[in-house]
C-alpha cells in the first residue's frame, strides 16, 4: 500500500494548502458562527492589547522603554498573531473594515457580519479595558492636579492617545482622512494578494506578510495622526476613555473632527481595495500549464477542471489521460465525491474529496 499512503500524504498537503487559501473568507473549516465569532473575538482581543500595550509602555515610560519604533512592531506583530490565532477558524479578519469589504465584494456572506462585527468591537473593547487594567498605576501617576491632561480646546490628548488615534497639532481632517484610505486600500489590496489561491502563499506566512505591511504604513503613513486601518482598533479603546475619567473630549477632541475619519476611512479604503483587486489583479480563473498544488473540481462537469487532476489520481502518469474517453477507456484510480460542508471557492470550484475505487 504504499502508493496509498503516498497519495493520501499529497492529498493532505494540497488540502492544507487550500485550506489556508480560504482565509479572509468564510472561513478554513465551515465552523459554527459561534465559534467563529468568539475566534474573532479572541484574534481582534490579541491585535488591541499588544498594540495598546506597545504604546502603553512607551509613553508612560517616557521612552525608556519604548518609542515610536517599537510601537510600530507592537502593532505589527499583534496583528500578525491575531491573524494566526483565528484565521483556521473564523477565516481571521479581525478588521470591521475588511468584515465589510469582503461582503461588498460577494466573497463572505452579509448574514455573518453582524456576529463578525460585534465580536470585533468586543474583543477591542475587553483589549482596551485589559491594558488599562495592567498600566493604571502608572496611568494614574499622568494626571494633573488630579484629572487627565486632556482638556476642551486642547491640543494634547495626553494619555488618551495610548487608546485611540489623535492628531498631530499641525494635521487637517482632509489630510488624516486621505491618509487613512490611502493606508487602508494598501492594506486590504495585500490582504487579496496574499491569500487570493492563485498567489500561492503559504499559509504559515499570509499573517506575516499581512503584519508586515502594517509596519510599512505605520513607518510611512503614521505620524500625521496615527494609522487606525481598523474601525474597531480605535472606536471601542476610545469608549473605554469615555467612561475611565478622559470624559467627552475623547470625541469632541478638534471640534468633533477627528473621531469619525478612523471609522470612515478604514471601511471606505477597504472596499476601495478589494474592488481594485477584483477588477485589476485578481486572476481570471484560468490554468496555465504549471499543475497547482491545490487543484480544485469543476461542479458543472464533473471533472477535474485542472487535468493535474486526473493526472495524479490516474494510474498511468505517463499519458495525459483524453477528458472525452475519461470514463470509458481511462477510468480514474479515484473517484471525486463532493461535500457539502467544504468552502465554496467561486466560479463553480469546490474541495475534491477523494475515495479509492479499487
Partial sequence: MPGLFEFWNRKKRRDSTLSSQTMLSCSGTDPSLTRAAFAEFIGTFVLVAIGNGSVAQSQLTNGEKGNYFTINWGWALGCSLGILISAKTSGGHINPA??????VAKEFPWKRLPAYWCAQYLGALAASSTVLGVYYEAIMNGKVNGEFKIQKDSSDPGSAAIFANYPAPYSSASTG???????T??????IRVVTDRQSKVPSFLQPLYIGFTLLAIGVSYGSNGGYALNP???????VVTLFAGW??????????????????????????GIGIFNLFLKSDGTMDDTRSESPCIDLENGYGKELDVIWRLNENRDIEPDMNKLD?????RYSVAYASSR???????SCPVVTSNR
Fill in 98 to 103: 475588511v468584515t465589510m469589504a469582503l461582503a
Fill in 177 to 183: 482622512l486621505m491618509e487613512e484610505i490611502l493606508s
Fill in 185 to 190: 486600500v494598501v492594506f486590504m489590496l495585500v
Fill in 232 to 238: 474597531a482598533r480605535d472606536l471601542a479603546p476610545r
Fill in 247 to 272: 470624559g467627552s473630549h475623547v470625541f469632541s477632541f478638534r471640534g468633533y473632527n477627528w473621531f469619525w475619519i478612523y471609522l470612515l476611512g478604514p471601511h471606505v479604503g477597504a472596499i476601495l
Fill in 328 to 332: 470509458k477507456e481511462n477510468p480514474p
Fill in 343 to 349: 468552502p465554496q471557492l467561486g466560479r463553480g470550484l
